[in-house]
Structure formats: C-alpha cells, structure tokens
C-alpha cells in the first residue's frame, strides 16, 4: 500500500518538470534561492507557474505580484465581493480552496506552496517531503509584517523587481493618507471599537490596530491595554463607550447569519448606554478592506478613516495595488 502511495505522488508530480514560460532562460542562470522565516532555503530552477498560497492575504498578495493563470488556486473566498476586494481577479482561477489536505494540494501540481506560520503548518514538512516547494511567510500582524511579506513572496515568484513597486506603493499610499489624517485636531479624533466574528482580533499587535494610526482613529481596544489574542467582554466594550462600532457584515457567500451574531451585540440592554448605540454610529466597513493583510491594508486604513469622518476619505470598491503591469 505504501510503494502504491509512492507511485501515486510520483505520477501527480510529473507535471511539475514541464511548468513555465521561461525554463531554458532560467536553467541557464542556475535559477535562484529564497530564505523563508523558518530558514528554510528554497532552490528555484525558474519562475513557478503553479503556485497556491494557504490564505486569502497571501492570495492577494501574490496577485498584485503575478498574473493570474499564474496561480493554480485561490481560497474559496477570493470571489466573495463581502470577504474580498478581488472578486473579479478571483473568478478569472477557476480552482478554489479552503483547507486543503496535502493529497488535495499535491492533486493542483504546485511548483510552490505559500503558507502563513498562523495556523497549523505541520503541512508544511509533508509537502516538502515529496518534493513540493514550500515558503513559509508570517501570518501578518503589522504594516511592517506586510512589507517584508510582499518581499519575501516576490523573491518566491522570482519577481523582485515588483516586489520592489509594491512596496513604494504601499509606502505612498499611507504616506498620503497619514499626511490628510494627521491634520484632524487631537480633540476631533474617534475611538472606534471592532466588533469582529474573530473574538480574539483587533487589539494592539494586530493589523487593525496598526491601520488605526493611519486613520487618525484611537482603537478603543488598545486604548484599553486590550492586546490582539485578548477577547474584549462586554463589561471592557461599556468602560472604552467607544463613539463608533464597527459591525461585522461577513457571510461566507450567504452561508453564514451574521444578523444573529450582531444581536448579541446590538439587542444587549447592558450594551444599550453605549454611546455607538445610543447615536446611531454603527458602521459597516468592507470587509475585503479592514481585514486585509496583503499591500491592500493601505485601503483598509482608509476605509476605517472613511467609516471615522466621512466622505471626504471615500473611495471605491475592489480597490486593489499590483505591480503587474
């Protein structure tokens, strides 16, 4: 049964040999080598032309960096216009995934595999060991954890260069935003609280928190020494009396009642004092933008500044920065 299993794998990754455009160019130059956060070196012969990253970020990471028959899937919310700000990019793949086991992914012919250190990456060794290349990146906690993904994700897809653009996008876009946002007086500013399906998700150390700074927002969270990884109780949500809560819209493609999660919240009577509720200032920002951790958090900060003062920070859906030109 094992030799059969051998002889499985050995036949599912025999496409792999004949992936890229560009083979004989790159053989030629040897090809290159990638260091991921484990340490782990990764030899590329060439550019890969099949590659599946593990999370809805990296996905839209990798897109802003590669064309899109370049990837061999993309997770199951890609498409989802509420979870997503790349519905449209996301339906040009046709293959969609959500945990994929290894068989599952070893069945899509990667020539590389990204995988976010967040979840359970014991993953990640069953696929090295039949020969898949795996590049672990960090599960993003901070604009800075953004940059160093982008950069860590072009050298995997042999696309420094763009890498390089995205960035110097990224860095452009908050710079422009940070510029406007700082000219809110200290006295102006809103404390803004998430209300997140993640319970866990928001507080200081988090990607949400980082973008609030950005926005010109205080996050009532961290104002409260509430760190991500922390839940918030109703009794911390009353003390912060935030001016704003943002309210969860998330429906995994209208599978999901979000209403009955938002109740909880929304028809609590010791909730009812609350500032947020009592004014009316309930927000719904997009999703594909607040919980984004690919270059695209810079719309995510802005869509919190919108959220926070108004429409002189609106802007448009499925906003999306890429270096493919």
């Not at 051998?6 to 030629?28: R, Y």
Request: aromatic letters at 6%; proline letters at 5%.
């Amino acid at each position: 049964m094992k030799f059969l299993r051998l002889i499985v794998v050995f036949f599912l990754l025999l496409p792999l040999a004949g992936c890229g455009k560009d083979t004989a160019q790159n053989a030629a130059s040897g090809g290159y080598d990638v260091t991921d956060i484990q340490g782990h070196v990764t030899h590329f012969a060439e550019k890969p032309q099949r590659i599946v990253t593990l999370s809805l970020s990296t996905d839209i990471t990798m897109l802003g960096l590669v064309e899109p028959e370049r990837m061999a899937a993309v997770n199951a919310l890609a498409d989802d216009p509420v979870s997503s700000n790349i519905p449209e990019i996301a339906r040009q793949i046709p293959e969609k995934i959500g945990m994929p086991t290894s068989e599952q992914l070893m069945a899509l012919h990667p020539d590389l595999v990204v995988a976010p250190d967040w979840g359970d990456i014991t993953i990640v060794d069953s696929l090295r060991d039949l020969g898949i290349p795996v590049v672990v990146c960090k599960g993003v906690r901070s604009i800075d954890e953004i940059r160093e993904t982008v950069t860590l994700l072009a050298a995997a897809a042999g696309e420094p260069a763009r890498g390089e653009d995205l960035v110097r996008q990224m860095d452009e876009k908050l710079a422009a935003l940070k510029n406007r946002t700082d000219a809110i007086p200290a006295a102006e500013r809103k404390t803004v609280v998430l209300i997140s399906l993640m319970s866990s998700y928001g507080g200081i150390g988090s990607t949400f928190d980082d973008a609030c700074g950005y926005a010109g927002v205080k996050n009532g969270m961290a104002e409260l020494g509430i760190h991500t990884g922390q839940v918030m109780t109703k009794e911390q949500l009353v003390s912060i009396d935030p001016d704003i809560l943002f309210l969860p819209t998330y429906n995994a493609h209208g599978t999901y009642d979000v209403a009955a999660f938002r109740q909880k919240y929304l028809g609590d009577p010791a909730l009812a004092t609350l500032k947020a509720i009592k004014t009316g200032a309930l927000r719904e920002p997009r999703e594909g933008y607040i919980y984004n951790g690919s270059q695209d958090v810079v719309f995510g900060a802005q869509e919190i500044a919108y959220m926070a003062y108004g429409d002189a920070f609106a802007q448009p859906d499925g906003l999306h920065l890429t270096a493919v030109k």
